[in-house]
């Protein structure tokens, strides 16, 4: 079992910037692959970015480029740099756990068993 709590989450003006942080319990952090998802009032929860066990990435074709997802092993941790944020950026950002190891990249949130609870991002025009 994996208790993720995330943390960082804001009012920031457009253009700012956010770092999210997610503590994760448990041991076997460093063999799990992260994910952080977001949703938006009425909408679906949707893909960001995801960071695997071995510290490869992959983003949303809506935040290359301005999202850095990043892990530290050592504090159980994995973090969302956000910059250049946008309107649109503003949602309930979740983090999430996979055990499942592979090549893939697990995008889709049936892929993950286990989630936070959510950190609110509002980003103001």
């Known amino acids: 079992q994996v208790q993720l709590v995330e943390s960082g989450g804001g009012l920031v003006q457009a253009g700012g910037s956010l770092r999210l942080s997610c503590a994760a319990s448990?041991?076997?952090?460093?063999?799990?692959?992260m994910g952080w998802f977001r949703q938006a009032p009425g909408k679906e929860r949707e893909f960001v970015a995801t960071?695997?066990?071995?510290?490869?990435?992959y983003y949303s074709d809506s935040v290359k480029g301005r999202f850095t997802i990043s892990r530290d092993n050592a504090k159980n941790t994995v973090y969302l740099q956000m910059n250049s944020l946008k309107p649109e950026d503003t949602a309930v950002y979740y983090c999430a756990a996979t055990p499942y190891s592979g090549s893939a990249y697990y995008t889709s949130v049936s892929g993950y068993p286990y989630w936070g609870q959510g950190t609110q991002v509002t980003v103001s025009s």
């Open positions: 960071i695997k066990w071995s510290g490869s990435t």
């Open positions: 448990g041991r076997t952090f460093s063999s799990y692959d």
